[in-house]
């Protein structure tokens, strides 16, 4: 007689706490056992896949105090469980910062946003396809990477901040947030901290595990945008495959104020370039005090490239980011 074996998922202790004290008390009691839970859109494909298996999850968006997007005196704050499209549509975000509700709707497809978070969106792990299909890379604690071998496959890869991993950010609405200057706020049981949104994100020379400063314990619970930017000239651009449901091969983010046709000051950030979003300030610098024009643009762009140590197959993204970054200068 042939054995028969059935791939049945897990079990999986599913916590979901109504208010911020239990949902931190969980998050600090269950450490790394503890998945924190968004709209699962990342998660529910590690499942899926039986790649990582958890042994307990909290599910997060039953807490209403990290729910909602509201004006505060000096900016807006966005709740982590906020959906990307109550993001997308929210008249406020539109209104003042419409580089995140462009940046938002540009994530995978409209269901996904429906359910997604942004602070799921924001923490979501590495898409490399080898990591995801449970391969033991260095993410996933091996000793190779198998993307960054003479045969990987790399075109969705970095050109930037390579250090063993090769992995890029794959948030849409990441570069948006530091175009922005947000802060991020993380919680735990007993007190919060802020960071920055540029300094929220990880490579993997600091932490090849994690792609945040996340520690065990701590939740994202909000997002706070000020206003230095609110109304700045915005411009978002993602380029990938295909037009929904499809991660970014490059994006660009920035905020640009512009004064009687001088730019006065600019944050420009690329997406899908390395694994964090990348900040171009030497771009930024040779910007700034110029009159925004075609010509400023195409002097410029070269700069967003310098560094840049490309892969077998992704050479195509230093033209590609060069010519997002000029399209984003001359607006
Ligand atoms: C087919 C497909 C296409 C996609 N395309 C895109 C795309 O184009 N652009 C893009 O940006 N993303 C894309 N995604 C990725 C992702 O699903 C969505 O971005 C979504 O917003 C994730 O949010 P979520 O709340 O569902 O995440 P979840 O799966 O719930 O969480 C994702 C990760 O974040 C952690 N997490 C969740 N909330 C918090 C919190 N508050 N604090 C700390 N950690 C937290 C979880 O533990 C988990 O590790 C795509 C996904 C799929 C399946
Ligand atoms: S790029 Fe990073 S995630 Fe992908 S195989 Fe290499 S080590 Fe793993």
Redesign the pocket.
Known sequence: MVATSHDVMPDIELYQPTDEANALALAESLGADG???????????WLKDRNKNPAAMIE?TQVDA?HGIKETPDGIEIG??TT?TEIVNSPLIQAKFALLSTAAS????PQ??N???????L???ARCWYYRRGLDCYRAGGNICYADSPQGLNREHALFGASRCVAVT????APALVALDATMVISRTGGQREVSAQDFFVGPARDITHMTV?NEG????AVRIPNTWANAEFYFEKV?DRNV????LVSVAAAIKVSGGTIEDARIVCGAVECVPRRMEAVEDAIRGQQRSEELANQVASIASEGARTLNYNHFKVPLMENLVKRAIRG
């Open positions: 998945w924190l839970l968004g709209g699962g859109q990342d998660t529910y494909g997060l990290w982590a469980v990307i540009r994530v995978a497809s996904i946003r359910v997604g978070t942004l602070g799921g969106n923490n979501q792990d794959p948030s849409d609405t996340l701590e939740i994202l619970t990938a449901w499809d991660f970014a």
